[in-house]
């Protein structure tokens, strides 16, 4: 027979009311704070799961954090393009306005002023800072100004090729930074294909069209190839490839005023009164600056072009190549421009995903970690209950004794 000494009884019954108060601390903490799981070790494999969702989360709010900066420091790019290509459009009206007829060496003076402010202004674009004081056109050298002007006014480029990014998802680096070389010195120059010139000495008042590519498959062939136009007399000239070191057939051409002139999937044209012993070239198109665009045009709007009538031809065809290399110069910033605009709809997509899947992971972890109220209301009643009932049957047998059946 099993003999249940007093001092064990006690301790039997201490240890059942304990357990109890224990349970119903549990569920009093656990409605206090919300979570199911209070420690660690309840449920080792929720718990983990647990972790990992919460670094999940933290890395999606890190994601969303990085959207808001890159979004931020594109707008600051975009802006600082606008203003670009308000610079280049303002100098393409100055130009087209230096080139009319009615207007004196003074007044294209006076334009060429307009014009350096402009190049200053551009400068100052290129040289853009975000909040934070970083450049924008720097590349990775985000501390260094990327542009000083040097003692001719050239552009001297300072920062490199590099190109920053920033996580904005799992998957996706976004590009929030564009080298200022290649964003202000990376147009081409020409129409983009070819470049013309009419060098500088010629006696007579030709000048040469900035052409165009009508046939690709056979410019590809020569594309880059140079050639020199020689007139051999006020009516006829000689096309030379000087790459290929041959005539371009025939051996001889006739000179017709702004008759075109097509030739290797090339045409242009040539205007005015050349003078024997005149030449013009065709070469390459090459990489321009438009810092020296600028200063080119307005080198050229200070220089007299009243007399001789070779002066205002040369004159002439600084406009026409100034107005093709602006035009390119536009073209290559809207370029850039798009490149951004389509940056940013990918951010603005990115952070759609990111805010979903944030979502999901807070719901699944909620899932996994939160309380059910109800349930819990349900078990603190019982365990409450329990208590009470284990406490009320200790004091009743804890005074029971054979002595009082004596």
């Known amino acids: 027979m099993l003999r249940i000494s007093t001092s064990q009884f006690y301790r039997q019954g201490a240890i059942n009311m304990g357990e109890r108060q224990v349970a119903l601390a549990k569920v009093q903490q656990q409605m206090a704070t919300g979570k ?18 919460n670094e999940e989360l933290g890395r999606y709010d890190q994601y969303q954090r990085n959207t808001d900066l890159a979004n931020g ?27 009319n007829a009615p207007l004196n060496n003074n007044d294209r003076r006076d334009i060429a002023t307009q014009i350096r402010q402009l190049h200053g202004e551009l400068v100052g674009l290129a040289n853009t800072q975000d909040g934070n004081g970083e450049y924008l056109f720097a590349g990775f050298q985000s501390r260094t100004q990327p542009f000083v002007l040097n ?7 300072q920062g490199d090729q590099g190109q920053r990014l920033i996580k904005a998802g799992p998957s996706f680096d976004v590009p929030v930074s564009d080298s200022g070389a290649e964003v202000f010195q990376g147009a081409m120059n020409g129409n983009g294909r070819f470049q013309v010139a009419a060098t500088v000495g010629n006696a007579g008042t030709g000048t040469i069209d900035v052409g165009n590519v009508t046939d690709p498959v056979v410019f590809a062939a020569t594309q880059t190839h140079s050639y020199t136009l020689t007139f051999t007399s006020a009516t006829t000239f000689t096309v030379n490839d000087d ?12 000179y017709v005023d702004g008759q ?27 990489r321009q600056d438009l810092f020296a665009t600028l200063d080119k045009l307005a080198t050229a709007l200070e220089t007299a072009a009243d007399q001789p009538p070779a002066n205002t031809a040369q004159f002439n065809q600084a406009m026409a190549n100034g107005l093709a290399e602006l035009d390119q110069g536009l073209d290559h910033l809207t370029g850039i421009r798009a490149k951004i605009g389509a940056r940013m709809n990918a951010l603005d997509d990115q952070q759609n995903t990111n805010g979903d899947f944030a979502v999901h992971l807070k719901q699944t972890i909620s899932d996994i970690g939160d309380l059910d109220y109800a349930e819990a209301a349900t078990r603190l009643s019982q365990e409450m209950l329990v208590l009470q009932a284990a406490q009320q049957s200790f004091i009743k047998i804890k005074d029971l004794s054979l002595f009082n059946y004596m």
Do not use: C, H, K
């Open 260 to 286: 075109a002139l097509t030739f290797n999937g090339m045409q242009t044209a040539i205007t005015g009164a050349p003078a024997s012993g005149d030449t013009f070239t065709i070469q390459p198109a090459t």
């Open 73 to 99: 420091r594109l707008n600051v790019e975009e802006t600082s393009l606008e203003g670009a290509d308000e610079v280049l459009q303002y100098a393409r009206e100055l130009v087209v306005q230096a080139n």
């Open 151 to 157: 003692g001719n006014r050239q552009a001297i480029y």
């Open 243 to 254: 790459t290929a070191g041959a005539a371009v057939l025939p051996a001889s051409w006739d």
């Open 36 to 53: 199911r799981l209070l420690t660690n070790s309840e449920e080792p494999v929720s718990s983990a799961r647990l972790l990992n969702l």
